[in-house]
């Protein structure tokens, strides 16, 4: 998606970053980046556009996917990776 809608596919990408950096799991920032990706797609192309149409394809099976850890996330199981210490 980068090629072929590069600000939601950034936007999405920004959005991964943000949440990773904030809560340490990634799989956080995977399911909302596809969020910001796929609503970025629904602005920017709109509904009858086919790329609308893939970045949600994707976006389903990127959550399917994720079904196990939206299940721990929601249990409050998944943990957040640790910070590495700084160095010095």
């Keep these: ?6 600000v939601p596919a950034l936007t999405g990408f ?3 970053i943000l949440l990773y950096l904030t809560v340490r799991i990634s799989s956080v920032g995977s399911l909302a980046g596809t ?3 796929s609503a970025g797609l629904l602005w920017q192309r709109g509904p009858a556009s ?3 149409w893939a970045g949600a394809a994707v976006a389903a099976m990127i959550w399917w996917r994720h079904r196990e850890n939206i ?5 409050g199981e998944e943990k957040p990776k640790p910070r590495k210490a700084k160095a010095g």
């Design 1 to 6: 998606f980068t090629v072929l809608a590069p």
């Design 35 to 37: 969020l910001v990706c």
């Design 71 to 75: 299940g721990r996330l929601l249990r």
């Design 14 to 16: 920004a959005a991964w």
């Design 50 to 52: 086919p790329i609308t």
